[in-house]
């Protein structure tokens, strides 16, 4: 079981996985529709999932004709590539949407990550991002629970607003999705009796129950977040 539970820590997305339904992020495949909506994802649309782990969302994408590709570090399933988001194997404005869901969160380097996003897109083009935000100082945490939860690399709302806006996109609305980031949180603690597989990991185990106690409430209050936005390159011709 420890053996199990360490394997966990080590890879917390695919264990992540095995634990929901869907995609690993708030929402599942209902707010990545959501999202596609609000990039005007149709019939033909060319769209690059930048980090998209299992290819779900690329499912979502492909159900409603897009001509989809997915690109990630560790990529599984149909039609995806591997590919570092500050390098992505793509040619200069040949994609209509970039599809970014708790991905950017991951970046050690997000101003070259969303560079590379704005290189890739035609004039036009939109960026469909959601993502974690965190907002003033996380408290000190166990490195599992920072990696897992994807707060390293996070920013504020305000921050993740102004770097998109230095890479050259005009951001649109930011719709918050703390409810769903909640329900997420629900169906892992309804799933996964955590307290007690911690338990097993004695005082480390303590520390990481801990951590999680702190992040709830940080999410209760409203300091770590979970945002989607859609942002756009601006066509030269208008
Ligand atoms: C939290 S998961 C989100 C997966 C998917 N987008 C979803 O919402 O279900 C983050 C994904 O980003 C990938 N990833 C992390 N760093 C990356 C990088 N530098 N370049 C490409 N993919 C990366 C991981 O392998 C993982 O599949």
């Known amino acids: 079981m420890k053996g199990i539970l360490e394997a966990a820590i080590a890879n917390p997305w695919a264990a992540l996985r095995t634990v929901l339904d869907g995609p690993l992020h708030p929402g599942g ?16 649309t060319r769209l690059v999932d930048v980090g998209c782990g299992a290819g779900e969302s690329l499912g979502v994408a492909r159900a409603r004709g897009a001509d989809a590709v997915g690109v990630d570090r560790n990529p599984a399933g149909d039609g995806t590539i591997r590919g570092e988001m ?54 000190a945490l166990p490195e599992p629970i920072v990696r897992s939860l994807c707060l390293r690399n996070s920013r504020s709302r305000e921050e993740t607003v102004t770097e998109l806006e230095a890479a050259g996109f005009t951001v649109g609305e930011l719709r918050d999705h703390r409810e769903e980031l909640m329900a997420m949180r629900d169906q892992v603690g309804e799933r996964v009796d955590y307290e007690r597989l911690l338990g097993l990991l004695g005082e480390r185990g303590g520390r990481l129950l801990d951590g999680i106690e ?7 209050e409203g300091s770590v977040g979970y945002v989607s936005l859609v942002a756009r390159v601006e066509d030269e011709d208008i």
């Open 29 to 44: 495949e209902e707010a990545t529709g959501e999202l596609l909506d609000r990039a005007g994802v149709t019939e033909g």
């Open 86 to 139: 500050t390098r992505l194997p793509f040619a200069d404005e040949t994609v209509e949407v970039v599809l970014a869901e708790c991905t950017v969160c991951l970046a050690d380097d997000r101003e070259r990550a969303l560079a590379e996003m704005s290189r890739i897109l035609e004039p036009g083009g939109r960026l469909a991002l959601s993502d974690v935000v965190v907002d003033g100082e996380l408290p």
């Open 214 to 220: 702190t992040v709830e409430t940080a999410v209760e």
